[in-house]
T-cell receptor, first 116, second 115 residues
Framework: GAVVSQHPSRVICKSGTSVKIECRSL??????MFWYRQFPKQSLMLMATSNEGSKATYEQGVEKDKFLINHASLTLSTLTVTSAHPEDSSFYIC????????????FGDGTRLSIL | AQTVTQSQPEMSVQEAETVTLSCTYDTSESDYYLFWYKQPPSRQMILVIRQEAYKQQNATENRFSVNFQKAAKSFSLKISDSQLGDAAMYFCAFIPLGATNKLIFGTGTLLAVQP
């Protein structure tokens, strides 16, 4: 149980393109999902907390207009990288919890975004 | 500030041997949860083990165990009988109780397993 599906796993696109990444909790409802960014050989950096039915909470330094987050249902959150540029190339990972801080977050498989 | 420190960027162990990965953290909270996650080359984050801070007994999951020292704010991971499949990046993380479920990660330790 507690499976999180992230799609797509790999995206290669031209500079200026907007890219949407989906994060789905397949067998549980997630009122909160998290979006992370990971550079090579580095730790996960939390970008934002996605709350179902309300606005996302962004971490300091993360551009809200650049990284649009929508959490329209209890099983789906999306991250849209708008007008992507090469510096946005990275590994993006989502996670979701089944509820409560004592429950571990379950991670998607990640999306490798490459902007040419 | 709440931080997690993993002082060993890289570690190596012989197959079948035991290795310990260190983790220290800093928080003013008294109740929190601690986790170790494994990230193999496939990049998927896999939960290895978790520990509730209010429990004195160290958590154990098969070949994985922790040494939780609350006073010292230390949470090391011991891997016994290391296997080739244990090679991965290991991240220590914690969540303060009552916070917004935000995991705070360490910088990771890259573990190599030598055959």
């Amino acid at each position: 149980g507690a499976v999180v599906s992230q799609h797509p796993s790999r995206v290669i696109c031209k500079s200026g393109t907007s890219v949407k990444i989906e994060c789905r909790s397949l067998d549980f409802q997630a009122t909160t999902m998290f979006w992370y960014r990971q550079f090579p050989k580095q730790s996960l950096m939390l970008m934002a907390t996605s709350n179902e039915g309300s606005k996302a909470t962004y971490e300091q330094g993360v551009e809200k207009d650049k990284f649009l987050i929508n959490h329209a249902s209890l099983t789906l959150s999306t991250l849209t990288v708008t007008s992507a540029h090469p510096e946005d190339s990275s590994f993006y990972i989502c996670s979701a919890g089944t509820g409560g801080n004592n429950q571990p977050q379950h991670f998607g498989d990640g999306t490798r975004l490459s902007i040419l | 500030a709440q931080t997690v420190t993993q002082s060993q960027p890289e570690m190596s162990v012989q197959e079948a041997e035991t290795v310990t990965l260190s983790c220290t953290y800093d928080t003013s909270e008294s109740d929190y949860y601690l986790f170790w996650y494994k990230q193999p080359p496939s990049r998927q984050m896999i939960l290895v083990i978790r520990q509730e801070a209010y429990k004195q007994q160290n958590a154990t999951e098969n070949r994985f165990s922790v040494n939780f020292q609350k006073a010292a704010k230390s949470f090391s991971l011991k891997i016994s009988d290391s296997q080739l499949g244990d090679a991965a990046m290991y991240f220590c993380a914690f969540i303060p109780l009552g916070a917004t479920n935000k995991l705070i990660f360490g910088t990771g330790t890259l573990l190599a397993v030598q055959p």
